[in-house]
């Protein structure tokens, strides 16, 4: 079963058809070579649809939707012509059970042709980045895979740095050999009665003690 869908890119509700002369050279077609414009050969819906790579210009009447004629678009060749001598007008390449013809297709409004040319462009953009993206994939699997595993017999050997250590080791041992200096002891504190005691003593008996006239 194909997985090609049906995608419709633009939708022009009126058209219009005209039959051509033959180009009898090499030059650009020309709208006003057409003759009456008013007499035009059909009248009817435009539709753009995209199913897988493909692209057609389908002309199929407003009311019932049935198909009057059919363009395969291809960029590279002549399906779609714009005229020489107008914004509105183009030369249509229609086929039918392996038969071509060429048919002249209008637009009433520029805006419309413009939309007309746009879609087909995006078709064609749409196309190149498929196309990128599929090219890219190809070679990503065509890269040879690495082989990171182990073969037998290898083994993976882990080096931890240890910058900081030394540096905290060498602290450790400052403050272990600081730890155990010897520290002079003070002598004890005043013992409450011997302060009760110095100041129970009179100030004369004090001026006796410090009299420098005693042995």
């Known amino acids: 079963m194909s997985d090609e869908y049906e995608s419709v890119l633009l939708v022009i509700r009126e058209c219009y058809v005209y039959k051509i002369p033959p180009r009898t050279s090499s030059r650009e077609y020309k709208a006003s070579e057409w003759g009456d414009m008013e007499a035009f050969l059909w009248k009817g819906r435009l539709r753009v649809i995209s199913v897988g790579e493909k692209c057609f210009i389908k002309l199929e009447d407003g009311t019932t939707g049935e198909l009057f004629a059919q363009c395969l678009y291809d960029p590279d060749t002549n399906t779609v012509e714009p005229v020489r001598d107008s914004s509105r007008y183009f030369v249509l390449r229609i086929e039918d059970d392996g038969r ?12 419309e042709a413009f939309d007309f040319q746009v879609a087909l462009q995006d078709h064609v ?11 890219y994939s190809k070679k990503a699997l065509e890269q040879p895979k690495r082989d990171y595993s182990l073969k037998e017999g290898q083994t993976i050997r882990l080096k931890i740095g240890n910058h900081n250590t030394r540096h905290i080791d060498s602290i450790s041992s400052i403050n272990t050999d600081e730890s155990t200096k010897t520290v002079p002891l003070l002598p004890p504190p005043p013992s409450a009665a011997s302060v009760r005691k110095k100041q129970s003593i009179s100030p004369a008996a004090q001026n006796i003690q410090r009299s420098p006239f005693l042995f």
């Open 100 to 111: 071509h013809a060429f048919i002249g297709m209008g637009f009433q409004e520029r805006s």
């Open 125 to 135: 953009k749409h196309l190149k980045i498929e196309k990128e993206s599929a090219e």
